[in-house]
């Protein structure tokens, strides 16, 4: 999207999720000097990258001389946030979107950040025209999303809050997780597993790549004697993509329906 207004600021550091992403979308690369991780898309990659894993390393943000960081509820340690506040450093705090409805709100809060508010109205009605068709899948389909990290060995079920419930009611399936569980993180044990049966798991690329692939996924306890496992019917989105809720949340919709429809047919 080309941009139509001046930002109030020429060195941008976002860390809030989706954030650098968002700025972009809305014609406003330029001004961005540093980002998070997890915004790892083609059109970032010239942009520094600021964190060490999700940590904020305060040193490499000074060194950049930014006009202002931009963070949200998960960015910390507070330790590294308070060296940048001594620093005299700008810094904006947006809301935290764990569901599409948030989207509008998310790109709406960054626009005001920056001063560009007419843009952020703009990029707001590109994205709401590409939700007037979302592929639905077969209606009664479950789906339990796996948060996965085999060399730390965290392995936790998505339920209410998670953001992938907000994902899969969008494309007409089930989720499982957020069915039984009310916190959106729930460890995974066989029991859990198997007391959900979900017809697919759906995981993040990285996450199924830590635990060997889908042999690794299919041989964790519990994950083999359910329907999703006994048919391998695993979906795999990228990290930096499935919970990111920013420009590209909608099109991921339709690849998502497309490949449980894949999954399921095999």
């Known amino acids: 999207m080309s941009a139509s207004q001046t930002p109030q600021f020429s060195r941008v550091v976002a860390l809030a999720n989706g954030s650098a992403e968002i700025i972009a979308s809305m014609g406003h690369l330029d001004i961005l000097i540093g980002r998070d991780v997890a915004s790892d898309t083609p059109e970032l990659e010239s942009v ?26 998960s960015s910390g340690p507070s ?5 940048l506040e001594a620093a005299g450093i700008r810094i904006t705090k947006i809301s935290e979107a764990w569901q599409l409805s948030q989207i509008d709100r998310k790109v709406s809060e960054l626009a005001q950040a920056i001063g560009t508010v007419d843009d952020g109205k703009a990029l707001t009605a590109a994205l709401q025209m590409s939700t007037t068709e979302i592929a639905k899948i077969p209606t009664g389909k479950t789906i339990a999303f796996l948060y996965l990290r085999g060399g730390s060995a ?31 993180f729930t460890p995974m044990t066989a029991e859990a597993i198997a007391t959900l049966n ?69």
Not at 48 to 71: N, R
Not at 161 to 177: E, M, P, R, V
Not at 239 to 244: A, G, K, T
């Open 48 to 73: 520094e990258v600021v964190t060490s894993g999700h940590q904020i390393v305060a040193e490499k943000i000074l060194s950049l001389k930014p006009d202002l960081v931009i963070i949200d509820e």
């Open 79 to 83: 330790s590294a946030l308070k060296v």
């Open 154 to 184: 965290v392995y936790l079920i998505g339920g209410k809050g998670s953001g992938t419930d907000s994902l899969i009611t969008a494309i007409g399936g089930i989720d499982a997780g957020a069915q039984k569980f009310e916190n959106p």
């Open 198 to 266: 979900p017809d697919i798991f759906l995981v993040m690329s990285k996450g199924l790549e830590s635990v060997g692939g889908v042999e690794g996924l299919t041989a964790l306890p519990g994950v083999a004697q359910t329907q999703a496992g006994k048919n391998r019917a695993i979906v795999a989105v990228d990290d930096s993509l499935l919970l990111s809720f920013g420009p590209r949340s909608y099109s991921l919709l339709a690849a998502l329906a497309q490949s449980v429809e894949r999954v399921l047919s095999q």
